[in-house]
């Protein structure tokens, strides 16, 4: 009986049918003596709503039932390559293999992190027996394709995929990621109509699979607005009060490095995480606990802005315990939290952390808007933003007018890195950046590629650091024609960052 009903669990969650599958499986982890199956399912089910710490927990579960359970560590793997623990994936991949050697998903896997990492031997091998498994994996496909893109044979990449490219398969993550590779081949081919087309119907596939019901939650386009509203209502004497006291465990000198996706935060992270005496974090919900009390719900602002600083300190310390929990030791150093996004943050940074340093990356806006829409990123709200290249120029204008007004409303030390600038200049721009945080400038900084590569990188622009300076202005130029409707939108921003 409880394996016709994990059969029918399974079945819902294949079909499509989260509702019934959160339902039967849930029923299933009642039971007295659980099924270890029954644990990745529910482990599958969270993963695709985001719930991504849920999520391993399950299969943590489940191999402390059966160790040898190869579904569980599969699971596990997806689950970490979603959420950019990408070393921790290779290792949970590697113990399918260990149980299952000829596992077609988890040489998909390997293959698809080898070809992110641009170690091509290792990439053709493992999607090599990924495909001589499953001959349409497109993971395995897609990695081949990065391959022979990062080689500089773009034909090749599009010859590999059109035919899985050319299926009409329901959308998956799988195919999102395949069709967003596809993108590439055609753009580098230099068919930009071909490619608009294959990374629309990527986003299109994402929204499908991942977009709530219109009104059941709110967007980040609409938290970014509701953020906006709030600050420019709150009375501008909250933002003068005394600092809260210094929390434990707190870095010396401390940096937030925001702007926006695909605008150059990676590269600069890296950068200064070449200095011996700075300490960096890659995209971590480190303000998360802060988020809940002040972001969640509206009024949140209002409320922050009305607390005394002594009110503070526990939110304060709660951020320096996330850091501490990610393996850093940040007091007596730099300490660098990198997040393209956390401008939505900068009242809460404002009162919790009043002597942090602000880094603004900024890039042509329609370069930025373009990568954007053209890439693959895990699930999350800001995502969801990407999924035409309209809702994207509107998050954008959202996101830099709430920077703006930060800028002006709150008490914040700010300064704005170029990218182009950076790539024209290296030395000059680096030595400005270290001047305002008060860092010495060394040759160190110069090689950030070293650091990427020792470090990890676990977002989307992995491939672009690997390569070192790489400008990149001007991509957006073969897709003008689509750029057209959204330029009134952008176009402020085009001239007042000096991209006119």
């Not at 400005?432 to 676990?458: H, I, N, Q």
Request: charged share 20%.
């Amino acid at each position: 009986m409880t394996n016709d009903r994990l059969s029918q669990a399974w079945h819902a969650l294949a079909a499509g049918d989260s509702p019934r599958a959160e339902a039967l499986f849930a029923a299933l982890l009642r039971e007295p003596l659980v099924d270890p199956l029954a644990l990745v399912g529910m482990a599958s089910l969270l993963r695709q709503q985001g719930r991504l710490r849920d999520a391993v927990l399950h299969c943590d579960a489940a191999l402390r039932s059966d160790a040898r359970c190869a579904e569980a560590w599969l699971e596990r793997a997806f689950v970490l390559n979603a959420g950019g623990s990408m070393a921790a994936a290779s290792d949970s991949y590697r113990q399918v293999l260990n149980l299952d050697p000829a596992n077609a998903a988890a040489h998909a896997g390997l293959a698809a992190l080898a070809a992110r990492d641009g170690q091509a031997d290792q990439a053709r091998h493992h999607a090599q027996a990924a495909l001589s498994a499953e001959p349409d994996n497109a993971v395995a496909a897609a990695a081949l394709a990065t391959i022979e893109i990062e080689a500089g044979n773009p034909a090749s990449a599009r010859d590999i995929l059109s035919p899985l490219a050319a299926q009409t398969n329901p959308p998956s993550p799988e195919r999102v990621q395949l069709l967003t590779t596809y993108g590439d081949a055609l753009a580098r081919s230099g068919d930009p109509d071909a490619a608009f087309a294959a990374y629309n119907e990527a986003q299109s596939g994402f929204a499908t699979l991942h977009e709530p019901p219109a009104g059941s939650r709110e967007t980040h386009l609409a938290l970014i607005e509701r953020i906006i509203a709030e600050l420019e209502a709150a009375d501008p004497a909250a933002w003068t009060q005394p600092d809260p006291p210094t929390p434990t465990g707190a870095a010396a000198n401390h940096v937030f490095l925001l702007g926006y996706p695909r605008s150059g935060t990676t590269l600069v992270e890296n950068v200064l995480a070449s200095l011996p005496q700075v300490v960096a974090l890659e995209e971590r919900p480190t303000l998360v606990e802060a988020d809940r009390a002040f972001l969640a719900e509206p009024g949140g602002i209002t409320r922050l802005a009305a607390l005394a600083p002594a009110a503070l300190t526990t939110h304060a310390q709660t951020y320096w315990d996330k850091v501490h929990a990610a393996g850093l030791a940040p007091a007596g150093q730099t300490f660098v939290d990198m997040d393209p996004l956390k401008a939505t943050r900068l009242p809460l940074i404002a009162r919790l952390f009043p002597q942090a340093r602000i880094l603004v990356m900024r890039r042509d806006p329609r370069d930025v808007v373009l990568s954007c829409f053209r890439n693959s990123f895990a699930l999350t709200s800001a995502a969801l933003e990407f999924t035409t290249l309209e809702r994207t120029a509107r998050h954008y204008d959202a996101m830099m007018r709430l920077i703006e007004l930060a800028c002006q409303r709150l008490p914040l030390a700010v300064h704005e890195v170029d990218y182009h600038a950076l790539v024209r200049d290296f030395d000059g721009t680096t030595q400005a950046l270290c001047s305002f945080l008060d860092l010495p400038w060394d040759e160190s900084l110069r090689r950030f590629e070293s650091t990427a590569r020792d470090r990890g990188v676990a977002t989307a622009s992995a491939s672009q650091v690997r390569r070192g300076l790489y400008d990149g202005r001007g991509q957006w130029e073969p897709f003008a024609r689509h750029f057209e409707p959204v330029l009134p939108i952008l176009q402020p921003w085009i001239e007042r960052f000096g991209y006119a």
